[in-house]
């Protein structure tokens, strides 16, 4: 069984840092691209970064650019997420996201699995 699993989400000033983790199960972590989505109230869902089986990651918001970071650990099967100088539009529920096997980061619709989301509130 497919399982992806959030942590790390809180409560966090401007400016602050969180980092994310998305733990898997049920599929081997090395031949799968994961993808970091994000939702706001009241807003459609954004892709946030992705990063390839080979480890080469994809920035889908340029909001994030030069503050956001993905990495993966294949043999722990996680994939985290290192969010630093956040800000108040940061705030959402941050989804993990599993691609269809063979997929790559490129196309946002390659994703079939998600984990249930953790909240990210960026306040002061």
């Known amino acids: 069984q497919v399982q992806l699993v959030e942590s790390g989400g809180g409560l966090v000033q401007p400016g602050g840092s969180l980092r994310l983790s998305c733990a898997v199960s049920?599929?081997?972590?090395?031949?799968?691209?994961i993808g970091w989505f994000r939702q706001a109230p009241g807003k459609e869902r954004e892709g946030v970064l992705c990063?390839?089986?080979?480890?080469?990651?994809?920035v889908y918001a340029d909001s994030v650019k030069g503050r956001f970071t993905i990495s993966r650990d294949n043999a722990t099967n996680t994939v985290a997420l290192q969010m630093n100088n956040l800000k108040p539009e940061d705030t959402a529920v941050y989804y993990c996201?599993?691609?269809?096997?063979?997929?790559?980061?490129?196309?946002?619709?390659?994703?079939?699995?998600w984990g249930q989301g953790t909240q990210v509130t960026v306040s002061s």
């Open positions: 049920g599929f081997t972590l090395d031949y799968y691209a």
């Open positions: 990063i390839s089986s080979s480890g080469g990651s994809i």
């Open positions: 996201a599993r691609a269809r096997y063979g997929s790559s980061c490129l196309d946002q619709g390659n994703f079939e699995y």
